[in-house]
């Protein structure tokens, strides 16, 4: 076995308003600039301004952020999921924890962690993730740094974190300004230690584990969400557990109740900033878009059709209080 050093699968826990979308947006916009070499410009903005245009909304399912390291030009494909930030019913969250490898929790240096981020953070937890924590809003002149770490690690003593989690690396950013650093600054200042978000970046692909990879295992893909296109219809989301997958191949499909058909990939979709595009293939650890199988539901499996494994059906809890 070996690893997908060139790929992390994270998922990103905030309370509404804490800022995710903004350090999406800065960590995208970084990206691309750290790729060409250049200052940070308004390229990726400007293609991001159209797609809003477009109609398709940030952070829809999962965001490609392509980084290349400034220092050594290593390049790395950081895919990010976004998990909604309450208490869902439909399971959405667990389904997007399987996944990830790792999990940034999001929380603004004033208000602190808020209660819908505790049952997000509870399943990250549970799913034995690793997590990266990012003080964000550093800026806010009523920003309590000190106290809002202790009320972090207090809600992790309460989730019955593992001794692994609780020693959390911490990132203090004001992602208004595209800004991060190791280093506390003081209430209410950004950081002067740095003026990019590689400190990020790089505590992001030191603590979040690679995907790993098996030469040679046979296909199995796990749907972990739905989505329409209207060219395409549906489209299954999947990471990819094992083997590869290419885009005209035939697969098996196995369905809920253990039916097994085989169905022919029409499309294989790889998500490229906000953007789904085309890809030949795939593999292990990749998370993908796939088109050609109208009935597909989440949950099932797809696999190579030599060798048609299902994987477990996710489990999802149970409302703790009914919706009458
Ligand atoms: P989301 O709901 O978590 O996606 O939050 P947004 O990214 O939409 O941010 C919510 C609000 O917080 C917006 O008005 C942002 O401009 C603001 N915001 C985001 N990051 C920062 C920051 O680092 N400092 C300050 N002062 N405001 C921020």
Same mark, same amino acid.
């Given at each position: 076995?070996?690893?997908?050093?060139?790929?992390?699968?994270?998922?990103?826990?905030?309370?509404?308003?804490?800022?995710?979308?903004?350090?999406?947006?800065?960590? =995208?916009?970084?990206?691309?600039?750290?790729?060409? *070499?250049?200052?940070?410009?308004?390229?990726?903005?400007?293609?991001?301004?159209?797609?809003?245009?477009?109609?398709?909304?940030?952070?829809?399912?999962?965001? &490609?952020?392509?980084?290349?390291? !400034?220092?050594?030009?290593?390049?790395?494909?950081?895919?990010?999921?976004?998990?909604? *930030?309450?208490?869902?019913?439909?399971?959405?969250?667990?389904?997007?924890?399987?996944?990830?490898?790792?999990?940034?929790?999001?929380?603004?240096? $004033?208000? *602190?962690?808020?209660?819908?981020?505790?049952?997000?953070?509870?399943?990250?937890?549970?799913?034995?993730?690793?997590?990266?924590?990012?003080?964000?809003?550093?800026?806010? %002149?009523?920003?309590?740094?000190?106290?809002?770490?202790?009320?972090?690690?207090?809600?992790?003593?309460?989730?019955?974190?593992?001794?692994?989690?609780?020693?959390?690396?911490?990132?203090?950013?004001?992602?208004?300004?595209?800004?991060?650093?190791? /280093?506390? %600054?003081?209430?209410?200042?950004?950081?002067? +230690?740095? +003026?990019?978000?590689?400190? =990020?970046?790089? /505590?992001?692909?030191?603590?979040?584990? &690679? %995907?790993?990879? /098996?030469?040679?295992?046979?296909?199995?893909?796990?749907?972990?969400?739905?989505? @329409? $296109? !209207?060219?395409?219809?549906?489209?299954?989301?999947?990471? #990819?557990?094992?083997?590869?997958?290419?885009?005209?191949?035939?697969?098996?499909?196995?369905?809920?109740?253990?039916?097994?058909? /085989?169905?022919?990939?029409?499309?294989?979709?790889?998500?490229?900033?906000?953007?789904?595009?085309?890809?030949? &293939? @795939?593999?292990?650890?990749?998370?993908?878009?796939?088109?050609?199988?109208?009935? #597909?539901?989440?949950?099932?499996?797809?696999? +190579?059709?030599?060798?048609?494994?299902?994987?477990?059906?996710?489990?999802? +809890?149970? !409302?703790?209080?009914?919706?009458?």
């Amino acid at each position: 076995m070996s690893q997908r050093s060139d790929l992390r699968n994270i998922a990103i826990v905030a309370h509404v308003d804490h800022g995710k979308t903004t350090l999406v947006d800065a960590m =995208l916009k970084q990206a691309g600039a750290f790729r060409e *070499g250049s200052t940070v410009n308004n390229r990726v903005m400007d293609s991001m301004d159209l797609e809003r245009e477009k109609g398709i909304t940030i952070l829809a399912k999962n965001t &490609a952020v392509h980084y290349a390291d !400034p220092d050594d030009g290593s390049e790395m494909t950081i895919n990010i999921i976004d998990t909604p *930030g309450h208490a869902d019913f439909g399971g959405e969250v667990e389904r997007g924890l399987t996944m990830v490898d790792g999990v940034v929790l999001l929380v603004d240096a $004033s208000e *602190g962690p808020l209660p819908q981020t505790r049952f997000v953070l509870r399943k990250a937890l549970a799913a034995k993730l690793p997590i990266v924590l990012v003080i964000n809003k550093v800026d806010r %002149p009523d920003s309590r740094l000190k106290e809002v770490v202790d009320e972090t690690y207090e809600l992790f003593l309460d989730l019955d974190a593992n001794e692994e989690q609780i020693d959390f690396p911490i990132i203090y950013a004001c992602a208004l300004d595209g800004i991060a650093s190791l /280093t506390e %600054p003081e209430n209410g200042q950004v950081p002067t +230690d740095s +003026d990019n978000l590689k400190p =990020l970046f790089d /505590t992001l692909i030191e603590t979040i584990p &690679a %995907p790993e990879y /098996t030469e040679g295992a046979p296909l199995q893909a796990h749907v972990t969400n739905l989505d @329409a $296109s !209207p060219f395409l219809g549906r489209l299954a989301l999947c990471r #990819i557990r094992e083997g590869r997958i290419r885009k005209g191949q035939n697969v098996a499909w196995i369905q809920r109740d253990g039916t097994t058909q /085989t169905v022919k990939i029409s499309e294989l979709l790889m998500t490229d900033g906000l953007e789904r595009k085309s890809a030949e &293939a @795939a593999s292990q650890g990749d998370i993908i878009a796939v088109a050609g199988i109208p009935e #597909i539901m989440i949950g099932e499996t797809l696999a +190579d059709p030599e060798n048609p494994q299902a994987l477990p059906l996710i489990t999802v +809890d149970q !409302p703790a209080v009914s919706m009458t």
